[in-house]
């Protein structure tokens, strides 16, 4: 059962990274818990007159870089453990792309479909208030995550505004643009996943014109990489959202999927294309193939089904360690979460330093500079893999894992 609870697979993975690198003890004990963990319970009032005390935790990993980063999550089962495992993945992920951040997250235990608006917005000005005494933009950033969107962001940086007394936009980031969002948010998860696979194919022999992808997951992640997929000259053979996946050998027309998409809510009804089940798209054989949706989709027991050379994991936490290994012995290249979806945070990165400049980019200049991060993030992972002779995930903990470290021992500990 403990190897299902997140936290302990954040630290289980931290550990076997750490291992390998020979990290000196001291060094591990300090990152392998988080610096800060605040629960708050606060009461809002619902639209029916009553009082509902929610709970919600903000969780700080590390800041030995820079101030922390991550979204918040509004779902009924965040729990702080769930809360913590992300904090500490959000230090490794800003440290794989080298921006001068540390690692954070949070979330609300509550059932936002179930909520007016009126509700969510009460529910978010009071939380926001609650953790104020921790995010600030010298401090800590929120973002959105799982149910929360830039409306979301919009009633925080209003709230934290409202106590300081003059507008504070780089509190959060995925704000709308009309109050200091970037341009160039939505997408930036899918393109700095391509900006990464447009390296990677070279490594394996392959080409993005003519190869076959496979994605599993339609939303923001994966509905922008299709887009970015077909741009690069791949044919996208199947994809899925929660009710299902569509597959046609041929090539899916996105264009139309994502109509279909809009227009019923599910892409399971366009017409040109074979019905398939989730499971069964992940086994589709196809050069790439993109997980965009949930956790533990790729594991030990389907791993060895699984027919491709690349896949690129838009979504957090996909592949199972044992899955890890299995690919990797097959000679799959596996593009981890934290260098793949790193894009998101990267572009949330920029949205903050235009705040703090009040001076805003064009979109092209975004992309240039995404584009650069991405891919010496990419060959810096993979020189690790050449040179420690590991497989691409123990390769990215690594390099986040030491320039953290090397942070940590130059700051030296206070006092
Ligand atoms: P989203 O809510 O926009 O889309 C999720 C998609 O997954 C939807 O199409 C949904 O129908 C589908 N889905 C749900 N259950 C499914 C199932 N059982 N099988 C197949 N598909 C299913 O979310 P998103 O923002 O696209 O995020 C997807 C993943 O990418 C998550 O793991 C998220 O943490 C990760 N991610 C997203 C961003 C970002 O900027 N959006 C950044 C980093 C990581």
């Given amino acids: 059962m403990s190897e299902l609870n997140p936290w302990k697979v954040a630290q289980k993975q931290f550990d076997e990274a750490a291992e390998v690198m020979g990290l000196e003890p001291d060094l591990r004990e300090v990152l ?17 007159g009553t009082i509902k005390v929610f709970t ?26 769930e809360v913590k495992a992300l904090a500490m993945w959000m230090t490794w992920k800003t440290a794989v792309v080298n921006i001068p951040y540390g690692g954070a997250k949070g979330g609300v235990r509550c059932n936002p479909k179930e909520m007016s608006q009126a509700e969510l917005e009460r529910l978010t000005r009071r939380f926001a208030t609650e953790i104020s005494i921790l995010i600030g933009p010298e401090k800590d950033i929120p973002a959105p995550d799982v149910n929360t969107n830039p409306q979301v962001m919009a009633w925080i940086m209003d709230t934290i505004s409202m106590h300081k007394g003059y507008s504070v936009p780089g509190v959060v980031t995925g704000k709308p643009l009309e109050i200091g969002g970037s341009k160039g948010r939505n997408v930036a998860t899918s393109l700095g996943g391509q900006y990464v696979v447009r390296e990677a194919v070279k ?103 699984i027919q491709t050379k690349i896949i690129l994991e838009l979504a957090n936490g996909p592949t199972t360690p044992e899955a890890d290994k299995i690919l990797w012995d097959k000679g799959v290249l596996i593009l981890p979460d934290i260098l793949a979806n790193a894009g998101g945070v990267t572009v949330s990165y ?45 390769a990215a903990y690594i390099l986040a894992i030491d320039r953290v470290a090397r942070a940590t021992k130059i700051r030296g500990i206070y006092p």
């Fill in 350 to 394: 920029f949205e903050w330093v235009q705040d703090i400049y009040s001076f805003f980019w064009e979109e092209d200049e975004i992309r240039r500079q995404l584009e650069r991060i991405m891919q010496q993030a990419y060959y810096s992972v993979m020189e690790k893999v050449d040179s420690l002779k590991v497989n691409p995930r123990i």
């Fill in 56 to 81: 919600g935790h903000r969780v700080q990993h590390n800041q030995a870089r820079g101030p922390s980063k991550g979204g918040i999550r509004y779902a009924p089962d965040v729990t702080l453990d």
């Fill in 203 to 305: 490594r394996v022999g392959l080409q993005l014109p003519g190869a076959k992808v496979v994605i599993q997951g339609f939303g923001n992640a994966g509905m922008y990489s299709a887009q970015f997929m077909v741009e690069d000259g791949a044919t996208v053979i199947a994809v899925s959202d929660s009710k299902g996946g569509i597959y046609n050998p041929k090539g899916l027309n996105i264009d139309e999927v994502i109509k279909v998409k809009q227009e019923t809510g599910s892409v399971i009804n366009y017409k040109d294309a074979d019905r398939v089940s989730n499971k069964e798209l992940l086994e589709i054989p196809n050069d790439i193939l993109v997980p965009a949706a949930l956790e533990n989709q790729i594991t030990e027991e389907n791993a060895d089904r």
């Fill in 32 to 48: 392998r818990e988080p610096k800060r963990e605040l629960t708050v319970h606060f009461p809002v009032k619902m639209d029916d």
